[in-house]
């Protein structure tokens, strides 16, 4: 249900690499990444960081609490996003973001831009870089796979490339306790993705489900240093539905469970409206900052997404 691609052979054939994408993204949308270009040594240090931030005392996370954040950034507290929308299920995971770095005095963070803040950091040796290394490795790759994309659709290899080099792009880490065994328990809802791709990396725990179009929930498998890559709203939007953004949840972990998302949305400014070839329009076209801002507002605030979303 879930097929493992591996990246090596885009070096080699890239347009039948690009076209066996293809067929995944119009079905379930989820695939795993292997042999691609981000060191394990990398990764593992990205969780060091990880687990280095959440031993924090909550005192000390909260000085950096996403709630008091207008760009997306910082800590979320356990028990402070509902995933899922229909149901206002609390997740039980706590999530540190960080997203374009970008210096206080960068004329967009003046202007106020959206989604154009400076990141907030935590006092642990290191933590700055290795996150900031790691956010530009998964970048790259996922820049890398929207020229597969670009092939699959029939456009010019480096189609989205310029809709990606100053994108809404965000590192998430994130930590879920073991399940309690509490009624109606969840990690994190049942919801689709926002942006253009996600690239999950994960510490093998079991949890993450995903549910292809007409079928039931199914298990993701694990495979050592794979990324999880999965289609988001965004592209579905963008591809006039060719593509499948494919819901997904995370069941209460038998254990404690580590997984880094990095979700690459386009650049605020972008206008997402149906590829060309793919047909008349299904939807409006819509800047992917406000697209963003409706479904964020949502998640956070519960309110209800507006007409573009």
Known sequence: MIPVLDWSAFQTDPQAFSAELGQICRKSGFFLLKNHDVPKALIDACFGQADAFFALPEAQKAKLSIASNPHNRGWAAMGSE????????????????????LAAD????L??????????????DGFRDIVLDYFNA?????????????????????????????????LRLLSYPSASGQKNEMGAGAHTDYGSITLLMTDGVSGLQ??????????????????VVNIG????????????????RVLPPPKA??????????????????LPGTGAAKFPPVLAKDYLRAR????????DQDETA
């Open 82 to 101: 509902s995933l899922d929308e229909a149901s206002g299920q609390i997740d039980q995971k706590q999530a540190f973001n960080i997203g374009l770095d």
């Open 138 to 170: 998964v970048w790259k790759q996922g820049i890398d796979l929207h020229a597969a994309f670009a092939r699959d659709l029939g456009l010019d290899p480096d189609y989205f490339a310029p809709h990606f080099d100053a994108p809404m792009a965000t």
């Open 106 to 109: 960068d004329p967009a963070v």
């Open 111 to 124: 202007r106020g831009d959206a989604f154009r803040g400076v990141n907030l950091w935590p006092a642990i």
């Open 210 to 227: 995903v549910k292809p179009r007409g079928g039931d929930w199914v298990d993701v498998p694990h495979a050592p240093n794979a990324f």
């Open 296 to 303: 964020l507002d949502a998640t956070y605030h519960g309110k």
């Open 257 to 274: 469970r580590r997984s880094i998302a990095f979700f690459l949305d386009p650049n605020p400014d972008s206008l997402i409206a149906a």
């Open 233 to 248: 709203d965004c592209l579905m939007r963008w591809t006039n539905e060719i593509y499948a953004s494919t819901p997904h």
